[in-house]
């Protein structure tokens, strides 16, 4: 069964450092994704992406991340200066064409645990 | 922010038996709920989803029931199964084309041998 995958699976970096998450979406998906869950805390939403720009960004969705879709395949979350509260499981994810905004099944990935020191 | 809520962070119940693992939410804009099973260090494992016109949704041991003027939707498992131990979160999303699915903080569900 296709899945979402991403690397590194976790990945520790020192505050201040730049870190980039990568993702291979599902290959027929259009819609991309990132999410992430602080330990203990809830799954959040981060960004949604679609034909190559950002279709919606939450509050948590600052000036220091950045998405990426470089070549067609890979889809990357960039955190320019980490930061402490930047730890978390950070989930990818992707969605078949076809579908409304809404009613739509999002798939993810099995996370890449981000630890900032 | 607490528009989606699983009061029960955990859940223990005999293998055979049912299930019912709760959710409550209070943005009456929600128009697609979603169920959503996590191992440990795994993602989120799309399970059986509902849509807001619909007040029941059956998949296999798994059924979702919707009632819209409580806000308040169920995950019945039955027959429950060992492994069937995970964590449940659920998730709904926006009319109007939102992307963003919120999510509760998820019920843990045990199921003993």
């Known amino acids: 069964e296709p899945e979402v995958t991403q690397t590194p699976s976790h990945q520790v970096t020192q505050m201040g450092q730049e870190v980039i998450l990568r993702c291979v979406p599902i290959?027929?998906?259009?819609?991309f994704y990132w999410y992430r869950q602080i330990l203990g805390q809830k799954v959040e939403f981060l960004v949604s992406?679609?034909?190559?720009?950002?279709?919606?960004k939450s509050e948590i969705f600052d000036d220091q991340f950045s998405v990426e879709r470089p070549d067609g395949s890979n889809f990357t979350l960039k955190i320019r200066s980490t930061k402490l509260e930047d730890s978390a499981m950070y989930f990818c994810?992707?969605?078949?064409?076809?579908?409304?905004?809404?009613?739509?099944?999002?798939?993810f990935g099995e996370g890449s645990w981000l630890t900032v020191v | 922010d607490q528009q989606v809520k699983q009061n029960s962070p955990s859940l223990s119940v005999q293998e055979g038996r049912i299930s019912i693992l709760n959710c409550d939410y209070t943005?009456?804009?929600?128009?697609?709920f979603l169920w959503y099973k996590k191992y440990p260090a795994e993602g989120p494992t799309f399970l059986i989803s509902?849509?807001?016109?619909?007040d029941k949704n059956e998949d296999g041991r798994f059924t979702v029931f919707l009632n819209k003027s409580a806000k308040h939707l169920s995950l019945h498992i039955v027959p429950s199964q060992p492994g069937d131990s995970a964590v449940y979160f659920c998730?709904?999303?926006?009319?109007?084309?939102?992307?963003?699915?919120?999510f509760g903080k998820g019920t843990k569900l045990t199921v003993n041998p």
């Open positions: 994810a992707s969605r078949p064409p076809g579908q409304g905004g809404s009613g739509n099944t999002i798939y």
């Open positions: 290959s027929n998906h259009l819609y």
């Open positions: 992406f679609y034909n190559n720009e950002i279709s919606e």
């Open positions: 943005n009456s804009m929600f128009d697609y």
């Open positions: 509902i849509s807001s016109i619909k």
């Open positions: 998730a709904a999303s926006f009319q109007g084309g939102s992307e963003k699915l919120v």
